[in-house]
């Protein structure tokens, strides 16, 4: 059995046929060519599903269902995305249109709450049924599953936990709020952390590392610095570290997962992040007994989970 997942971003359509053992067997990408008309997205769409069939070497009609996962707000009941900004969508059947085209079911979900079902499909958090995904990228990202179900709240925005607040009137948030999660612990914040502390020390090694140019500044570099003994660096990633600990921390006190992975870049950094993460949240959070409280791991499906996380949605 074969089903169609669709990860649709504000640059690029990505279609891939999952096999019924999770194998992604045949891929294409398609530009989204922002702004256009909604109509002209949903044919770009459908053919990518058929350039992705014919890599896989079947049809069209031998796809069991199509899933999308898509920046914004999606009624996952009727297959309309509500609003999405990236796309300049509001109240688009999106579903339905697709379905007409293809001859298929089709579901629809947010982007981030499909990648997160993805992971607890076939990625780090297979075999578990509660399990929150954090992603840092420009933004912090989640995605909450409550006994093996995707949870969206009344209104199918549910999940936005990047927009929580750890630092009460802090930095300003792109959301209009200021201290949320996502100014302190996205990759952004952390380039923001580093660029900060290096116009302040003139001497620090991250100069170096990056070639006397603070644009070139990553979210690597402070943890290279780190790596080198540099002082200012350790600063930075301990500041970063101890701020989304504060965010992870509450996540757990919140809905008490069993697992809660976090995903994106910086998490190539492995047990540098990890460790005093874990020990952070361990010190933290609310857990009466030690040996039932929430494990921390990384996400492993990378650019895939989204993918097979839309292309699962039919078993919701």
């Known amino acids: 059995m074969y089903n169609i997942g669709i990860d ?9 046929v999952v096999d019924e053992n999770y ?23 459908v053919e990518g599903v058929k350039q992705a ?27 309309v995305v509500l609003y999405s900004n990236n796309l300049g969508f509001r109240n688009f059947p999106l579903g339905k249109i697709l379905s007409d085209k293809l001859g298929t079911h089709v579901f629809v979900e947010n982007d981030a709450n499909a ?17 929150v995904v954090i992603t840092l990228g420009t933004g912090v990202g989640g995605g909450i599953i409550i006994d093996g179900k995707i949870y969206t709240g009344f209104n199918f925005c ?31 914040a952390l380039i923001n952390f580093t660029k900060e502390a290096m116009e302040k ?12 140019d603070i644009g070139n500044v990553d979210g690597k570099t402070a943890f290279d610095g780190f790596r080198a003994g540099d002082k200012t660096a350790t600063d930075v990633v301990d500041t970063y570290i101890n701020y989304l600990g504060c965010g992870l921390t ?17 998490c190539k950094e492995g047990s540098n992040l990890t460790d005093p993460l874990i020990e952070y949240i361990a010190e933290e ?32």
């Open 285 to 316: 959070c609310y857990c009466v007994d030690p040996e039932s409280s929430t494990k921390l791991d990384i996400c492993k499906l990378g650019n895939d989970a989204g993918i097979i996380g839309a292309a699962s949605l039919y078993t919701l």
């Open 250 to 266: 509450n996540m757990v006190n919140i809905f008490q997962p069993e697992l809660l992975l976090i995903g994106g870049g910086i």
């Open 23 to 45: 194998n992604i067997i045949g891929k294409s990408n398609i530009k989204t060519n922002l702004p256009r008309p909604g109509e002209e997205i949903a044919e770009s769409i």
């Open 115 to 131: 990648a997160a079902f993805g992971e607890v499909v076939n990625g780090a958090g297979k075999g578990y049924k509660n399990v």
């Open 201 to 212: 020390d003139k001497n620090t090694k991250m100069w170096e590392i990056t070639g006397g």
């Open 158 to 188: 549910g999940g936005e936990v990047g927009h929580t607040v750890i630092e009460y009137n802090g930095r300003p948030c792109s959301c209009g709020r200021k201290g949320c999660f996502e100014a302190y612990s996205s990759a952004t």
């Open 53 to 79: 069939c014919e890599a896989a070497g079947i049809s069209v009609s031998d796809v069991n269902s199509v899933g999308i996962g898509t920046p914004g707000v999606a009624n996952r009941n009727t297959g």
């Open 8 to 16: 649709l971003g504000g640059t690029n359509i990505k279609v891939g």
